[in-house]
């Protein structure tokens, strides 16, 4: 042997304009073509993988350390984890190490193998991010293969044929199939989740995509959480009687959801029960209200995103996951913008005058990210209470006093 020897490229990303960038592959062998869309969180790989909003995309993690703490089975956000992963692939930056966590069961790569996830390591993040920033989120396949043989012809036609996510309704890909129940409560240290006994209230959930954590954060209310499919009708939400609805997060293109679930959303708004939406569920209701939404340039994926709570005044740090936003300028009269961001100043949040509907673009349940915006669920839920003529509950808690 003379001179260095390399090893070949066992992964591929390769990207609508022919770009391609080779490094050695993880998780699961095989191909699989998405939008690919960049995330700044440096902690919660797993929930990030296991969010169904993420459906449709290829995730690229710009801290480089991902995989060092492994995994387990309770960071996951997805409810059926029998179901295929809704996230089409994996970009790192370094080599995924020995995990180091007293709570870590399993290596990443061989979770991601088990989901079905086909990654690529070794590829220059920040440089795909600053592409990304510079160029918009494009379509790109990314491809595994042990032996360094790539079907090319194959991978090619695979990134050919995905439509890129606007006009796609991923929501039926992602929710539920049936009806049922929920009553986990948040996770605390070493007692893991609890459940929520005797509760006070009803809250129906619409799943288009919903993470566990949010469903986590309604039972934290004292709210049992009855979850049902997203192309359930106002009528058939109606039946089960509930306190108020809430719209959850997901993916695709909120104008190709809202075909069947704007009509749905205007019924229940008839009926003045509480409504609360978080970012596909935002987006929803701003259509049901006249709104309009727009693909975004990068989009926000991340858990440190400055959100301005335009009514007081605040900051909160948030969790963001979205490549669609409201367009706030398309609001009609008596609807309020009540956050925005900060990255970017576009629409974060917004509720209908004199009326107890709201939303946020941003994810109040973080998992990952700060818990700044936990509050909303309280403001959620002490709508009903008013309406119920019950003592409304403090939406911020001093620290001493939560002692």
């Given at each position: 042997?003379?001179?260095?020897?390399?090893?070949?490229?066992?992964?591929?990303?390769?990207?609508?304009?022919?770009?391609?960038?080779?490094?050695?592959?993880?998780?699961?062998?095989?191909?699989?073509a998405?939008?690919?869309?960049?995330?700044?969180?440096?902690?919660?790989?797993?929930?990030?993988?296991?969010?169904?909003?993420?459906?449709?995309?290829?995730?690229?993690?710009?801290?480089?350390?991902?995989?060092?703490?492994?995994?387990?089975?309770e960071?996951?956000?997805?409810?059926?984890?029998?179901?295929?992963?809704?996230?089409?692939?994996?970009?790192?930056?370094?080599?995924?190490?020995?995990?180091?966590?007293?709570?870590?069961?399993?290596?990443?790569?061989?979770?991601?193998?088990?989901?079905?996830?086909?990654?690529?390591?070794?590829?220059?993040?920040?440089?795909?991010?600053?592409?990304?920033?510079?160029?918009?989120?494009?379509?790109?396949?990314?491809?595994?293969?042990?032996?360094?043989?790539?079907?090319?012809?194959?991978?090619?036609?695979?990134?050919?044929?995905?439509?890129?996510?606007?006009?796609?309704?991923?929501?039926?890909?992602?929710?539920?199939?049936?009806?049922?129940?929920?009553?986990?409560?948040?996770?605390?240290?070493?007692?893991?989740?609890?459940?929520?006994?005797?509760?006070?209230?009803?809250?129906?959930a619409?799943?288009?995509?919903?993470?566990r954590?949010?469903?986590?954060?309604?039972?934290?209310?004292?709210?049992k959480?009855?979850?049902?499919?997203?192309?359930?009708t106002?009528?058939?939400?109606?039946?089960?009687?509930?306190?108020?609805?809430?719209?959850?997060?997901?993916p695709?293109?909120?104008?190709?959801?809202g075909?069947?679930?704007?009509?749905?959303?205007?019924?229940?708004?008839?009926?003045?029960?509480?409504?609360f939406?978080?970012?596909?569920?935002?987006?929803?209701?701003?259509?049901?209200?006249?709104?309009?939404?727009?693909?975004?340039?990068?989009?926000?994926?991340?858990?440190?995103?400055?959100?301005?709570?335009?009514?007081?005044?605040?900051?909160?740090?948030?969790?963001?996951?979205?490549?669609?936003?409201?367009?706030?300028?398309?609001?009609?009269?008596?609807?309020?913008?009540?956050?925005?961001?900060?990255?970017?100043?576009?629409?974060?949040?917004?509720?209908?005058?004199?009326?107890?509907?709201?939303?946020?673009?941003?994810?109040?349940?973080?998992?990952?990210?700060?818990?700044?915006?936990?509050?909303?669920?309280?403001?959620?839920?002490?709508?009903?209470?008013?309406?119920?003529?019950?003592?409304?509950?403090?939406?911020?808690?001093?620290?001493?006093?939560?002692?």
């Amino acid at each position: 042997m003379t001179g260095w020897q390399q090893k070949p490229a066992t992964a591929v990303l390769i990207l609508a304009d022919g770009t391609r960038l080779e490094g050695h592959g993880i998780g699961a062998v095989g191909h699989a073509a998405g939008e690919v869309c960049f995330n700044t969180a440096m902690t919660g790989y797993q929930e990030i993988l296991t969010d169904p909003s993420y459906a449709g995309q290829i995730v690229t993690f710009t801290f480089p350390h991902i995989g060092n703490v492994g995994t387990n089975d309770e960071d996951i956000e997805t409810v059926n984890m029998a179901a295929l992963s809704g996230v089409r692939g994996v970009v790192l930056k370094a080599d995924i190490t020995n995990p180091s966590n007293y709570r870590a069961t399993e290596k990443l790569d061989a979770w991601l193998k088990k989901r079905n996830i086909v990654g690529i390591a070794g590829i220059d993040t920040r440089a795909l991010t600053a592409r990304i920033r510079e160029h918009g989120m494009p379509n790109g396949v990314i491809a595994h293969e042990p032996s360094g043989q790539f079907d090319e012809s194959s991978i090619m036609a695979e990134l050919k044929a995905f439509p890129g996510l606007e006009g796609l309704d991923l929501a039926k890909e992602v929710t539920t199939a049936q009806t049922y129940h929920w009553d986990q409560t948040s996770w605390e240290w070493n007692k893991g989740y609890g459940r929520v006994e005797n509760p006070e209230f009803h809250v129906v959930a619409v799943d288009f995509g919903a993470k566990r954590n949010i469903l986590r954060c309604l039972a934290d209310q004292g709210a049992k959480v009855t979850i049902v499919p997203a192309t359930t009708t106002a009528a058939e939400i109606l039946a089960h009687n509930p306190d108020a609805v809430f719209l959850s997060n997901g993916p695709g293109d909120p104008a190709a959801t809202g075909k069947y679930a704007v009509p749905a959303i205007q019924k229940l708004m008839e009926t003045g029960k509480p409504i609360f939406g978080v970012c596909l569920g935002h987006q929803l209701l701003g259509l049901a209200l006249g709104g309009k939404t727009a693909k975004m340039h990068q989009g926000h994926h991340g858990a440190n995103h400055p959100v301005k709570d335009l009514t007081t005044g605040k900051v909160e740090i948030t969790s963001m996951n979205h490549g669609f936003a409201v367009d706030s300028a398309s609001l009609p009269a008596g609807v309020t913008q009540t956050h925005i961001s900060l990255f970017d100043g576009s629409n974060a949040g917004l509720s209908v005058d004199g009326k107890p509907f709201f939303s946020v673009q941003y994810h109040p349940e973080a998992s990952p990210g700060p818990a700044d915006s936990h509050y909303l669920f309280t403001r959620f839920l002490n709508h009903v209470r008013r309406q119920k003529g019950l003592p409304e509950k403090p939406e911020f808690t001093a620290p001493d006093a939560a002692a």
